[in-house]
């Protein structure tokens, strides 16, 4: 007799597909337990460990008989101190630790927050096509509508603020932007900063701009924070991670500034969801934002030396690639003969073993691309473009 629930999920819940990563996972154990060697330079998680003394800090810290507690919401004080501080040195950018900083258990969490904190059931959102999955979902779950507005090569994947029908920007309530861009590695510069919070004021959007790859820069270039605009914080926060600077992406802490209203409301909304970080956690993260920052250099060299080799290996293979200034990632649009991204990854995992994702994870948009993580050792992504290059030869 078959066994049927009586207890369905949500609405807002019933009709989400299990993230792609999840699935990926799946099929990948399943190759690998049929002895094929996978190679995965899909998921954006750093491969390099924390510098030492941030490891010392947590180790020397997690000894003490007193840290062992519920920490303040939103984080201690000294890190919220230690946020503020980062982004005096970092970018300029005067903010009040109490009512314009808030830590977060990682930035996706905070991503999630925003919609729920801001978004009622008809609200609309506009979202970046491609973009990361999670604005999109967290407006879904709020009851939210979606706008998705393309960003495109042609615009340097920045989107066009002037495509826009006035009726959208005069209905939206929040808009997400993301520099450097997860998955495109495209960079803005202040200038467009300044004409979104133009563009906000005039049509009363709020901003919020997902930062985490704002230190992983390369070829001499600086990412700009949006918080650098004059009048920004009027109506914009930004979001910002310790996973992709400091290479802290298992300890799960990031932050959000700005705006005071939406840090208070982020506040309330967290006082019921969740009981902060773990001190020892907090204080290696102070030590990170507070610490020698000259180890970052030595780092992002690394990542140049992968993304070097990710850009010409897929040229070589027939991919058309424009060369990242920023992230952790290659945004590579398929070679002649190949339009479906899912097909193609897919095809290309199971016959090299080699695991990219598909750009149509990202947005319609996405179509025609894939993504590759630069969170890999050196070698085994040299491995994997040489592959990735016989394949392609095969396919003449």
Known sequence: MENKSFFKPAERIASFKPYFFAGLAKKISSLQEKGLDIIRIDMGSPDLPPEKFIIDRLVESAYKSDTHGYTPNGGSMAYRKAIVDYYKNRFNVELDPQTESIGLIGSKEGLFHLA??????????????????????????????????????????????????????????????????????????????????????????????????????????????????????????????????????????????????????????????????????????????????TWLKKRNLIYKERRDIVVAGLVEAGFIVDTPPAAIYIWAQLPQGFSD?????????????????????????????????????????????????????KQD
């Open 116 to 293: 729920q904190i801001l978004i009622n059931p008809g609200d609309l959102v506009i979202v970046p096509d491609p973009g990361y999955p999670v604005y999109s979902a967290s407006t879904t779950i709020a009851g939210g509508e979606i706008y998705s507005l393309p960003v495109l090569k042609e615009n340097g994947f920045l989107p066009d603020l002037d495509s826009i029908p006035a009726n959208i920007a005069r209905k939206a309530k929040l808009m997400w932007v993301n520099y450097p861009n997860n998955p495109t590695g495209a960079v803005a510069t202040l200038a467009f900063f300044e004409k979104l919070i133009e563009f906000a004021k005039e049509y009363q959007i709020f901003i919020a701009n997902d930062a985490p790859y704002v230190d992983i820069c390369f070829d001499n270039y600086i990412a700009p924070s949006i918080l650098q605009v004059s009048g920004a914080k009027d109506v914009a926060v930004e979001f910002n991670s310790l996973s992709k600077t400091y290479n802290m992406a298992g300890w799960r802490l990031g932050m959000v500034v700005g705006n005071p209203d939406i840090i208070r409301y982020i506040h309330t909304y967290k006082s019921q969801l969740d009981s902060s970080s773990f001190a020892p956690i907090l204080e290696a993260g102070i030590t990170a934002l507070s610490g020698d920052q």
């Open 341 to 393: 991204s899912m097909y193609f990854c897919d095809l290309l995992l199971e016959k090299t073993g080699v695991s990219t994702t598909p750009g149509l994870v990202y947005g319609k948009y996405g179509e025609g691309y894939l993504r590759i993580s630069l969170g890999t050792k050196t070698e085994r992504i040299k491995e994997a473009i040489d592959r990735i290059k016989d394949w392609m030869k």
